[in-house]
């Protein structure tokens, strides 16, 4: 009896899940024929078998509403409001019923006669939803679509062993790899190898759930809350077909639930204010989903009045939140993200819908708990997005191993923002009162010493270690020091023994390929231990250079050797970053050095007339926003100021002029003049440039034109009149008349010494081809 | 029908742990410390693509610590809550049946003993001291101050 019992729990607790969206829909279309046929067969189902059961309650309860609506169905009786609430009305008790049942309680005691009467014709409206139990209710529903039921242990532990058994086959690989093994052995490695990682990605699936089980509730609990405050909201939900792992859906389903309360309660507002500032009489309320990479991202955005983020600052002065100093030097992101601060609420007067005193700030924490953050955007009456981010799952992290002195250590690659060498040319290490601070590209980061966190030995010097910039989930960043940097993981994460994790600094264990174990950072604990203050850092940073950036004359500059060994300043604004290149990447071509960085070909400065040797170099890329070009130096000095009286050049050049910057002599690069020299010539021509591509080849058509065309081409075949610049053909085909004439090989390999074909998906090739070619006119 | 106990030394000192409670009898080799965590905790350890949390009985009973730096060491593995301890010992001796519940003992134990103690069990060879495993893994007198 139990178990059947037990069935007709979970069969009511999936029908209700899924009637959720439904009741809604039926209250806005009341003739929709087959939101009406589900309702129906709902009340039906629990009907037929109460009296199995024997709870005549609940018999009589749905026996009602199944009478209303089957005149409904059969035209008796036209569905009116009255009519769809008090059917609501029911389907909530019977809800809490079904919930009492499931729990073993007794069965709660009532009268349920108010709200069969009301379903009478002609009744008054007097059944009130419950709006709040049916939530609860609805919260601890967690059963899967309707498949087959399985327990979530058995699932737990299904996953649990499959993460043991990557384990257990990494350890395997780790010790065929010491021993001599034979060929056939490998290769039934191999394929068990393959398998288990099917596996795994199988059983990774069987925890993920539609998000859907989580936005199913919301139309019903938005159209609750509106009618409550006299509001009408449309709620518009996109992406519940996004899979995300079952226990993050239970995570977020509180901060989610917080967010739409406080947009329909704080944000939409009445239907006479939306009048009276132009908006349509319904608030509009969005909820999307989509993956983005190992994220999820959901955005819950509403047209309603949005966020005053000069009067949040003004409450946040009040209630001592910051000083007025800081809060003067808060950027508009910086003003709105107060929101997350503990103790802040712009609403006028608690309500019951929200603004109980939990605020954001706890959504905040409890996303943050799952390695999420949580942003907002907004514009005063125009709407407000949240957005929150979460990671996929929970059990597999890609991580960074470290190490100090022999000991390794992982970092979750989520919070890693950069890595640079603590001797690296854009960054200075000093000492405040025994406090590190970190200069990275002019930004102030407090730097931490891992070694003198966990209380270990480094045999490394302060210079040669590597700095980790970290941004733990809504914290500022920070700079962690290591002795060495190793690899990059994907790491099995099982939570750490209570002793271990009580340190604060662990976010859990895992094994590394060699076998042994490995903790895993708590970015945030780093931090926390470490003494860095996460949250007013940002805020002090940009005080701190405030002052520095608007005082009179200050120029930050970079101060750095020349190739020819020169003392040269650059205006930091206009470099965008260091990069390394093998000497082979600089050519001449088309009459200039040009340095190809990546996928693209810079023009390349400072190293004009002047001998490369060794096999690296390095160069600027400064960017003028529009054009980029590099500029080859030999090493950077230092960050610096112009603070001295420039002496200019009496020519344009390359110098504008000399200063003392450090008390010595400096030329000041002009990268006016650079970007002038450089890309001047190289943008783009009044006439645009023709080029001809075989017609009938549709590799050349589909693959190489739109590539042809970004270079900045007009693309014609073989018939048009036009004269062509340049033709692009394949090896040993015939080319008409044209200025210059690539030709493509399928093979990687050049034919020949003589052969002087491009590989035909060598892009860097082909574009500096088109580049010289086009100069050529 | 009798409890099944697992006798073991502990600081020279014969006592005897639930063998209901112990999974296995391990030697440990590696040990990777755990920096920051309560002294009674002596590392992490792999078994069996297991992360072990090495627990220090000595330490954890304030008394003193044990030399983890020869190699080899003996351990008996619990489970509790889920994670997975090692827990060191001098040596593992023996499986005996306890031939009585464990009663009281109202002599004055050591400090670290008394708050791991469950009492004595008779035993074939003798009364021996029951360790509560739970306790050790709790940590001595530097885990609470710490």
Redesign the interface.
């Known amino acids: 009896m139990d178990d059947l019992i037990a069935d007709f729990v979970a069969e009511c607790r999936d029908m209700l899940e899924a009637l959720g969206g439904e009741i809604v829909a039926w209250e806005a279309q009341p003739d929709d024929r087959a939101r009406l046929d589900n309702i129906f067969r709902f009340v039906h189902t629990v009907k037929g078998n109460c009296g199995f059961f024997d709870f005549p309650r609940l018999e009589a309860l749905s026996h009602a509403a199944e009478d209303a609506l089957a005149d409904v169905r059969a035209g008796r009786r036209q569905p009116d409001a009255a009519l769809v609430s008090a059917v609501l009305a029911i389907i909530d008790r019977i809800a809490e019923m079904i919930a009492a049942i499931e729990a073993g309680e007794e069965m709660p005691a009532g009268d349920d006669s108010a709200l069969i009467d009301a379903l009478a014709p002609g009744a008054e409206g007097h059944a009130t939803p419950l709006a709040a139990t049916v939530a609860d209710g609805q919260g601890k529903a967690t059963s899967a679509p309707r498949t087959i039921r399985l327990s979530v242990e058995l699932l737990d532990r299904v996953m649990s062993t499959v993460s043991d058994m990557v384990l257990a086959r990494n350890e395997l690989a780790r010790r065929l790899r010491e021993s001599e093994t034979e060929v056939i052995v490998d290769g039934a490695f191999e394929r068990l190898s393959a398998i288990i990682a099917e596996m795994r990605d199988a059983i990774t699936r069987t925890r993920m759930q539609r998000i859907e089980n989580l936005f199913v509730a919301l139309p019903r609990m938005v159209r609750d809350l509106s009618g409550e405050l006299g509001k009408q909201v449309l709620v518009d939900i996109e992406g519940g077909d996004v899979e995300l792992d079952r226990e993050m859906i239970e995570m977020i389903r509180d901060p989610l639930t917080h967010i739409i309360r406080n947009a329909v309660d704080h944000g939409i507002e009445l239907p006479a204010e939306r009048l009276k500032a132009g908006k349509r009489e319904i608030g509009l309320l969005c909820v999307s989903a989509r993956q983005s990479g190992n994220q999820i991202l959901i955005d819950i955005q509403d047209d309603g009045r949005g966020i005053d983020g000069k009067k949040l600052v003004e409450k946040a002065i009040a209630n001592g939140v910051i000083d007025k100093a800081a809060a003067a030097q808060l950027s508009p992101r910086e003003q709105l993200a107060l929101i997350f601060e503990a103790g802040l609420s712009t609403a006028k007067a608690v309500t019951a819908i929200s603004g109980r005193g939990v605020g954001m700030d706890v959504v905040r924490s409890n996303v943050e708990r799952i390695g999420g953050i949580v942003e907002v955007d907004s514009r005063p009456g125009e709407g407000t997005r949240m957005t929150l981010r979460v990671p996929l799952t929970l059990t597999i992290i890609p991580a960074l191993t470290v190490s100090i002195g022999n000991q390794h250590f992982a970092i979750p690659r989520s919070a890693i923002e950069e890595i640079v060498r603590a001797n690296g040319e854009s960054v200075t290490l000093e000492r405040l009162g025994g406090a590190g601070v970190a200069t990275i590209r002019g930004r102030r980061v407090p730097e931490v010493s891992l070694a003198e966190i966990l209380g270990l030995e480094s045999h490394v010097g302060d210079a040669d270690r590597r700095l980790i910039v970290l941004r733990p989930a809504g914290g500022d960043v920070y700079a962690l020091s290591v002795d060495r940097i190793h690899d990059h993981e994907e790491l099995v994460v099982k939570p750490a023994a209570p002793a271990v994790m009580a340190t604060g600094l662990y976010a859990g264990t895992t094994l590394a390929d060699d076998g042994s174990p490995i903790l895993l950072f708590d970015p945030a604990g780093l931090a926390e231990v470490g003494g860095v203050k996460l949250e007013i850092q940002e805020r002090a940073a940009r005080i701190a250079e405030g002052p520095a950036n608007s005082g009179p004359r200050v120029v930050p500059v970079l101060l750095f050797h020349g190739l020819d060994g020169a003392r040269r300043a650059l205006r930091l604004a206009v470099v965008d970053r260091i990069e390394e290149v093998p000497l082979s990447a600089v050519r001449t071509t088309a009459g200039q050095l040009r340095v190809q960085v990546g996928d693209a070909i810079l023009p390349l400065a400072g190293a004009d007339g002047i001998e490369l040797s060794g096999d690296k170099l390095r160069v600027f890329r400064l960017s003028d926003g529009v054009h980029e070009i590099g500029y080859a130096f030999r090493e950077v000095v230092d960050f610096a100021t112009i603070d001295n009286d420039v002496i200019h050049a009496e020519r344009p050049g390359e110098v504008s002029g000399v200063s003392l910057i450090n008390g010595e002599p400096a030329e000041l690069i002009d990268a006016h003049w650079l970007f002038a020299n450089h890309v001047g010539s190289s943008a783009q021509p009044a006439q645009p440039l023709v080029c001809r591509l075989p017609a009938d080849d549709p590799w050349m058509q589909n693959m190489l034109r739109p590539i042809v065309e970004a270079a900045g081409y007009v693309v014609v075949g073989e018939d048009s009149e036009t004269p062509a610049d340049l033709v692009i053909a394949s090896q040993g085909d015939a080319v008409g008349e044209a200025a210059s004439a690539i030709f493509l090989r399928s093979e990687p390999e050049p034919a020949g010494k003589k052969d002087e074909s491009i590989y035909r998906y060598d892009r860097a090739g082909l574009l500096m081809a088109l580049k010289s070619a086009g100069r050529g006119k | 029908m009798n409890e099944l106990l697992l006798v073991v030394t502990i600081a020279g000192e014969r006592v005897a742990l639930p063998a209901a409670a112990v999974e296995s009898v391990v030697e440990l080799d590696?040990l990777?410390?755990?920096?920051?965590?309560?002294p009674?905790?002596a590392g992490?350890?792999?078994l069996?693509?297991?992360?072990?949390?090495v627990?220090d009985c000595r330490r954890s009973l304030d008394l003193g610590v044990t030399d983890c730096s020869d190699g080899i060491r003996e351990a008996a593995v619990v489970e509790l809550?889920?994670?997975h301890?090692a827990l060191i010992v001098d040596q593992v001796e023996d499986v005996l049946e306890a031939q009585s519940a464990p009663a009281p003992l109202r002599a004055a134990m050591g400090a670290g003993w008394e708050r791991a103690s469950l009492g004595m069990v008779e035993t074939e060879t003798g009364p021996l001291l029951l360790v509560d495993v739970a306790a050790i893994?709790a940590?001595g007198a530097e885990?609470k101050a710490a």
Request: no cysteine; glycine share 8%; aromatic share 4%.
């Open positions: 590696t990777i410390p755990v920096p920051r965590a309560a009674h905790v992490l350890s792999a069996r693509s297991r992360v072990l949390t627990i809550d889920g994670h301890y893994l940590g885990a």
